[in-house]
């Protein structure tokens, strides 16, 4: 039987707001265990939560760039279950009516162009963590992350492999951070995806039973959780078994999901409205202006790359990955006035030497006006393309001298006098008769041959294109 993958992402935004969601702590990670565990949080008897404002304009971003609806009036409702990092033995969430809905995202997969729609995103508080670590065996409770703002993002179950899955995973974390709603640590917990998955019979319209993989913070992670537990599920329908819907972890060491508990249902919960709080009502003035305040959105700023600097609609996507990367390229290419080589040299030796040093592109020694000035040197013929990739690498370990420099250091000059290059012309001609030959008789690739003889001679200084009309004309 051919079987067909069904997964839909629920994925915990965490907002970079300094407090928390109601009330006044402080939302910085990495303090000592509960320093940050407000009387709100801690649920101290007579304390009232107040609304964070910034928690409901940052969600209003991102509806806005879901293209998706926001709801002006807004209800917050008691989600109630019993753990020992929930002190109020509820959790604070929107279940009727979330801040958006009805949203989308668009995702790449290889050259495919997928729309996968988003349910909705809801404001919610985040729970503590239980320690385990130097306890001998005991368990802590730490309140720090307790009441720190989530949205929480539901995608409609449209993705059909671990690969599109992660495609929408990193769709959307380009975009909360381009937004500057979140900061994105994935390690810290600021991103954290949970995936449902399930499986069915290829051509069936009935959903097979699934399973909820929580807490994955890496794409890594995401793609081998999915993964295991597809093949899991596979596995025990081909055997005669029935799928049981469950909470599930994933054992990164061992690579695989296991069971941590039955799944609850949305009732088992006991939503009911939260007296604590009033309805948030978002104005029709407030709503105008945080549009007029969005900043330009990646796909945006893709199509303007396009038309304005030339590039591909592919180095458009990877240029547009976060809001460091589209500034800096902006930057380069408006100095040097070079687009479609500027992109390539950040989507190639850039990108590679970066990734090679283990280093984010705001720490890179070659910064915007030092690549333009690279590239706009080979536009100009000071430098061939052979000499340049000599020149970044210097420019690499050298971050303080400039390219004229860089330059007339290593002898990088491309040769501009036509007689020494004629010269070496005639003898590489002199000395590659079957190769002259072959060219004469249509072989173009004979040209090739030659050309690299001549380069090889000057010692790659030499200017290939004027090398080449040059044999082209001797050979006419």
Known sequence: MTWETVIGLEIHVQLNTKSKIFSG???????????????????????????????????????????????????????????????????????????????????VVGN???????????????????????????????????????????????????????????????????????????????????????????????????????????????????????????????????????????????????????????????YFPDPDLLPVIISDDRLQKAKAEMPELPKEMAARFVADYGVSEYDARLLTASRAQAAYFEEAAKESGQGKPTANWMNGELAAALNKAGLELADSPITAPRLAALVGKIADGTLSGKLAKKAFEAMWAEPEATIAEIIEKHGLQQMTDTGAIEAMVDEVLANNAKAVEQFKSGNEKALNAIVGQVMKASKGKANPAQVQELIKAKLA
């Open 25 to 107: 702590a402080s939302t910085a990670f990495g303090a000592e265990p509960n320093a940050h565990a407000g009387v709100v949080e801690c649920a101290l008897p007579g304390v009232l939560p107040v609304m964070n404002r910034e928690v409901v304009e940052k969600a209003i971003k991102l509806g806005l760039a879901l293209d998706a609806k926001i709801n002006q009036k807004n209800v917050f409702d008691r989600k109630n279950y019993f753990y020992p990092d929930l002190p109020k033995g509820y959790q604070i969430s929107q279940l009727d009516l979330p801040i958006v809905e009805h949203g989308k995202l668009e995702i």
């Open 112 to 270: 495919d162009v997928k729309t996968i729609n988003v349910t909705r995103a809801h404001m919610e508080e985040d729970a503590g963590k239980s320690m385990h670590e130097g306890l001998n065996g005991a368990t802590g409770i730490d309140l720090n992350r307790a009441g720190t703002p989530l949205l929480e993002v539901v995608s409609e179950p449209e993705m059909r492999s671990a690969a599109e899955a992660v495609a929408y995973a990193k769709a959307l974390h380009s975009l909360v951070t381009w937004l500057d709603i979140c900061d994105g640590n994935m390690a810290e917990g600021s991103f954290r995806v949970d995936a449902n998955v399930s499986v069915r019979p290829k051509g069936q319209e009935e959903f097979g039973t699934r399973r909820e993989i929580k807490n994955l913070n890496s794409f890594r992670f995401l793609e081998q959780a999915i993964n295991y537990e597809v093949e899991a599920q596979i596995e025990i329908l081909e055997d005669g078994g029935k799928v049981q819907q469950a909470t599930m972890l994933f054992d990164p060491e061992k690579g695989e999901t296991r069971v941590m508990r039955l799944k609850e249902d949305a009732h088992d919960y006991r």
